[in-house]
């Protein structure tokens, strides 16, 4: 059955400070709205999440929790893990392969550079970097999760808040 994976950057943080560690950087006022923005277009665009996967940092497990809360998805079912904060791209393909194949949607929520890189490997798309709460949605035919690798995707769509801002969802 086909798959498909959105990858999910973490939404506007804090600056990093010497009072805060990286990893407890929480987001903005400006990174809630984003993240709800992004939520909604994902209730009405991509309705049947079945699992959501962020890293364990504050910022990237707020964002996955304001999107799981427009999509009326269950916080407490969204699953951190801590090697997609510093894990690289090995770390995120690691948690995909991992998914149980009874889920066809999975929203993984993590920080760039890595989760360029890995949309990137996925598709074989030149992508860039990906910007704060930016969306890539990336298809596969008839892969189990197990069997995903390097150019195994299709991106399908790029979405940036800036596009929601624009048209409605």
Not at 15 to 24: E, L
Not at 48 to 53: D, L, N, V
Not at 124 to 144: P, R, Y
Request: net charge negative; with cysteine; proline share 4%.
């Amino acid at each position: 059955m086909p798959k498909t994976l959105l990858l999910l950057r973490h939404a506007k943080a804090e600056d990093q400070s010497q009072m805060f560690k990286d990893f407890d950087r929480e987001l903005t006022s400006r990174g809630i709205m984003d993240s709800a923005r992004m939520g909604h277009y994902l209730k009405t665009q991509a309705p049947g999440i079945e699992s959501i996967k962020a890293s364990a940092a504050a910022r990237t497990y707020q964002t996955a929790k304001v999107i799981a809360e427009q999509l009326k998805f269950e916080v407490d079912d969204i699953e951190t893990v801590d090697k997609l904060y510093s894990g690289g791209p090995q770390a995120y393909l690691a948690t995909i392969n991992a998914t149980p194949d009874s889920v066809q949607t999975l929203l993984l929520c993590g920080h760039n550079p890595d989760i360029s890189y890995f949309a990137e490997y996925l598709t074989s798309t030149d992508i860039g970097s990906m910007g704060k709460c930016s969306l890539a949605v990336i298809t596969f035919e008839s892969q189990s999760w197990a069997e995903i690798s390097g150019k195994t995707g299709s991106l399908a769509k790029l979405v940036t808040p800036d596009d929601l801002k624009q048209s409605p969802a």
